[in-house]
């Protein structure tokens, strides 16, 4: 089984909490493989995610599982996942993924350049 930490907006009312809570799903769909973490992170001046479903509370108990493990230092991620823009990516795992919107632009800023070399894969959705 694969420790796979999800570092992303999963609570935030934005688009990029949007495709945060699209890969959770997905993750989720293959839990037989996937042990799941989340690293909430904040995004902007967005709103969060208020409903009380099982989702929501799926999502809270995922939250804390992570929080526990992190300061019980007992968890090394074996993947990362890291849905937000480039400068934020960090190398926390053997294998990370960086999934941003990216932009529409024919010049990025060197600094994202110099984060995505941090990344094993790069998924840019529009």
Request: aromatic share 10%; hydrophobic share 40%.
């Amino acid at each position: 089984m694969y420790k796979v930490i999800l570092k992303a907006p999963v609570l935030s009312r934005s688009g990029y909490g949007e495709h945060s809570r699209f890969v959770l799903r997905s993750l989720m769909r293959r839990e037989d493989i996937f042990d799941i973490y989340v690293m909430n992170i904040n995004w902007g001046a967005t709103g969060i995610v208020p409903e009380d479903t099982e989702e929501r509370r799926w999502i809270d108990f995922l939250i804390h599982k992570t929080i526990h493990a992190v300061q019980q230092n007992n968890t090394q991620f074996d993947i990362s996942l890291q849905v937000t823009i480039p400068n934020e990516w960090e190398k926390i795992a053997p294998i990370n993924i960086g999934y941003t919107a990216g932009i529409e632009t024919t010049k990025v800023a060197p600094h994202w350049i110099e984060k995505s070399r941090l990344m094993d894969k790069i998924i840019v959705v529009s």
